[in-house]
């Protein structure tokens, strides 16, 4: 985590982050925000640590020219990482306005390329994404239903569960505060059909492959699953390493 201080504009951001949860904490507000909605589960609320999330940008070779999208981005501080340090265009979803609006106000303050939007996950518009990050305890499918709409080859990273219809390239271990679990890095699925190099009947897919199911629950003919080395190459990008 320090090392990232060594980049003084980012730890003044963050010390503004740890100033600004002194008088908005985002555990209570997401607590309150729920209970206000009546929901079973309140406790909901937790963050990506920034190490764990370069593991993940890292795995999902996220870079500068991609858009990266974060459904439910929180107090926003790993959509600010991103826009800090891989300088990649960034888009933060969030229902809590209160946490939209700090995070938007910290993007303007540091002048990053960040644009937060109040909004629910499902009405989200993912056309113009190619990375997204899921880390919601509910997959409900009204949450899921946004990423029909993503372009094919852009990579979606969940935690804990992959999704369906989604081409899984690589496995990662992970870190958080709660223990340690599993993030997946997958890829939308070209449309079926006649393929260029690399594409495979599913025939031809190893049994071990997860064969991948559209959303109405029909498998649906994908890429077999990539080797997944930390060397795998995800649309022919190199590995990344960020400093
Ligand atoms: C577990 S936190 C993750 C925060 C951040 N993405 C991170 O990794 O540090 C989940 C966030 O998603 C938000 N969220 C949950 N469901 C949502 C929905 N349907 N629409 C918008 N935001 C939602 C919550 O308010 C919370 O801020």
Same mark, same amino acid.
């Given at each position: 985590?320090?090392? =990232?201080?060594?980049?003084?504009?980012?730890?003044?951001?963050?010390?503004?982050?740890?100033?600004?949860?002194?008088?908005?904490? #985002?555990?209570?507000?997401?607590?309150?925000?729920?209970?206000?909605?009546?929901?079973?589960?309140? +406790?909901? =609320?937790?963050?990506?640590?920034?190490?764990?999330? $370069?593991?993940?940008?890292?795995?999902?070779?996220? $870079?500068?020219?991609?858009?990266?999208?974060?459904?439910?981005?929180?107090?926003?501080?790993?959509?600010?990482?991103?826009?800090?340090?891989?300088?990649?265009?960034?888009?933060? %979803?969030?229902? @809590?306005?209160?946490?939209?609006?700090?995070?938007?106000?910290?993007?303007?303050?540091?002048?990053?390329?960040?644009?937060? +939007?109040?909004?629910?996950?499902?009405? *989200?518009?993912?056309?113009?994404?190619?990375?997204?990050?899921? =880390?919601?305890?509910? +997959?409900?499918?009204?949450?899921? *239903?946004?990423?029909?709409?993503?372009?094919?080859?852009?990579?979606? %990273?969940?935690? !804990?569960?992959? @999704?369906?219809?989604?081409?899984?390239?690589?496995?990662?271990?992970?870190?958080?505060?709660?223990?340690?679990?599993?993030? =997946? %890095?997958?890829?939308?699925?070209?449309?079926?059909?006649?393929?260029?190099?690399?594409?495979?009947?599913?025939?031809?897919?190893? #049994? +071990?492959?997860?064969?991948?199911?559209?959303?109405?629950?029909? $498998?649906?003919?994908?890429?077999?699953? %990539?080797?997944? !080395?930390?060397?795998?190459?995800?649309?022919?990008?190199?590995?990344? $390493?960020?400093?």
């Amino acid at each position: 985590m320090w090392r =990232y201080y060594r980049a003084l504009r980012f730890a003044a951001l963050d010390l503004c982050f740890g100033l600004a949860s002194l008088f908005f904490n #985002p555990y209570r507000m997401c607590r309150k925000f729920l209970e206000k909605r009546g929901e079973g589960e309140v +406790h909901a =609320y937790g963050e990506t640590p920034l190490t764990t999330f $370069q593991t993940l940008a890292t795995a999902a070779k996220l $870079q500068s020219d991609d858009h990266y999208v974060e459904l439910g981005s929180g107090r926003g501080k790993t959509c600010l990482w991103a826009a800090y340090f891989v300088g990649c265009s960034v888009e933060g %979803i969030e229902w @809590i306005p209160l946490l939209a609006t700090l995070s938007q106000l910290f993007a303007r303050l540091f002048r990053l390329p960040a644009h937060f +939007h109040c909004q629910s996950i499902a009405d *989200a518009d993912l056309s113009k994404a190619s990375v997204v990050y899921l =880390y919601t305890l509910d +997959h409900a499918p009204e949450l899921l *239903a946004p990423l029909r709409s993503l372009r094919p080859g852009a990579r979606l %990273i969940t935690i !804990s569960e992959p @999704i369906e219809g989604f081409e899984l390239l690589e496995t990662v271990p992970v870190h958080f505060p709660w223990g340690e679990t599993d993030a =997946y %890095i997958q890829r939308k699925c070209e449309l079926p059909g006649p393929k260029g190099p690399g594409f495979r009947r599913p025939d031809e897919i190893s #049994p +071990h492959a997860l064969v991948p199911k559209d959303f109405k629950g029909r $498998q649906v003919p994908c890429r077999n699953l %990539i080797d997944s !080395s930390a060397n795998s190459a995800v649309n022919g990008r190199a590995p990344v $390493q960020y400093t």
